[in-house]
């Protein structure tokens, strides 16, 4: 009996689908967390054509920003659990310490426009108390309306 030595030939590729599973799985994983990842609370602020604030100054001094949603409640983005809300006392709490540590600190108020004008003022008196001597309300920028049509006699579309 003779032994056959078999001698095999080496291959020069590299097997791609492993890597392809991967990308693939990581594809979906990140499509699943992607929007789960949105920080914040959602609500929807009025429009107004105010001028936006000094952008090195912000880049300085992070901004504490109290937000009140739809429900009246109250939300701060500086300390843990920034996307649950926090009771009144806890935020005049935080905001005293922020403006302690950095005095200069913006203070600016996020409202939802369905929120009653007074749960907004006793956002304000909180943040006064806490310290807080300017303050100042987040909005959208106002939507530009369209120019007037003009017909052809050179007078607004619509117009007598």
Known sequence: MS???RSRK???EINVVPYIDVMLVLLII???TAPLLKEGVKV???QAGAQPLDAAFLARHEPLIVTIDSHGRYYVNIGRGSDRPIPE???EARAAAVLRRDPATPVLVKADTTVPYGAVVRAMVLLQKAG???LGFLTDPERTKPPA???SSGGAAGAP
Request: glycine letters at 4%; charged letters at 25%.
């Open 3 to 5: 032994t056959r030595v």
């Open 10 to 12: 080496l291959m020069g």
């Open 44 to 46: 929807d602020l009025p």
């Open 149 to 151: 049509r003009q017909d």
């Open 89 to 91: 006392a806890a935020v």
């Open 30 to 32: 990140f499509m699943i």
């Open 132 to 134: 807080a001597a300017k």
